[in-house]
């Protein structure tokens, strides 16, 4: 059973950065896609990026292709999501995932496993 916790959410302003960061136990990180996500109030939730096992490819959602950066340290069990030139409609509390998958990572449905989520939110 693997388990995912963040971090490093809070309260930023506008064209701040943050970053977050998850770290993985009970399971084998180097073979895990990790993926962040993040939900709105009274939205769906969105994906926001994802990086393979298999190549470290990255994947990113639109709304922050070239704002955001997934990375991993395999060696510490840990994902970061750099978030540069924060808008106020990246506020969300957002999650990351891990799935032993490498294809399709920006549908949910990909990943087994969950964290609990951190909130982040930009002020004007």
């Known amino acids: 059973q693997v388990q995912l916790v963040e971090s490093g959410g809070g309260l930023v302003q506008s064209g701040g950065s943050l970053r977050l960061s998850c770290t993985a136990s009970?399971?084998?990180?180097?073979?895990?896609?990790m993926a962040w996500f993040r939900q709105a109030p009274g939205l769906e939730r969105e994906f926001v990026a994802a990086?393979?096992?298999?190549?470290?490819?990255?994947y990113y959602g639109s709304s922050v292709k070239g704002r955001f950066t997934i990375s991993r340290d395999n060696a510490k069990n840990t994902v970061y999501l750099q978030m540069n030139s924060l808008k106020r409609e990246d506020t969300a509390v957002y999650s990351c995932?891990?799935?032993?998958?490498?294809?399709?990572?920006?549908?949910?449905?990909?990943?087994?496993?969950w964290g609990q989520g951190t909130q982040v939110t930009v002020s004007s």
């Open positions: 990086i393979s096992w298999f190549n470290a490819y990255t």
């Open positions: 009970g399971g084998t990180f180097r073979t895990l896609s």
């Open positions: 995932a891990a799935s032993g998958n490498i294809r399709g990572l920006d549908d949910t449905s990909q990943y087994a496993y």
